[in-house]
């Protein structure tokens, strides 16, 4: 699969859900802070941070056959941290909370498994591990 296909993109409407579940969720003034840090990109700067994603995002169903715990996957998760930081910069735990809404929304988890059915799973399975070294 090419990167500029690797997932389906949220139209405005899912956005905008999103957006409400989010302030619901958690708190607002860091999702209003996150939307405006990603409004404030350029076209090209999306398009570029898109791609760094889907590099990030590669790199770990690259690293499946390896196992979540390898250098691999963790390189692959590092890389998917750091990317991050262009909406927000979460705390360890918050990470282990997006993959684990990646693995169980339907919504998020029907993009990852266009890519490959194994990868919600196992990118949880990489970030608990990620996670659980930094705590370290």
Do not use: C
Not at 15 to 27: L, T, W
Request: charged share 30%; net charge negative.
């Amino acid at each position: 699969m090419s990167e500029k296909q690797f997932f389906e993109p949220f139209n405005e409407a899912q956005q905008a859900e999103f957006e409400k579940e989010a302030n619901q969720m958690y708190d607002p003034a860091v999702v209003q802070a996150s939307n405006r840090k990603w409004k404030s990109y350029t076209k090209e700067e999306k398009q570029r941070i898109g791609e760094e994603g889907n590099a990030a995002y590669l790199a770990i169903v690259a690293a499946i056959p390896s196992g979540p715990e390898s250098e691999e996957a963790q390189t692959g998760v590092e890389l998917w941290r750091r990317h991050m930081d262009y909406f927000w910069t979460p705390a360890p735990d918050q990470l282990l909370g997006l993959a684990q809404l990646y693995n169980e929304d339907p919504r998020f988890k029907a993009n990852f498994d266009r890519v490959d059915p194994r990868l919600a799973a196992f990118m949880l399975e990489a970030v608990a591990v990620y996670v659980q070294r930094l705590k370290q």
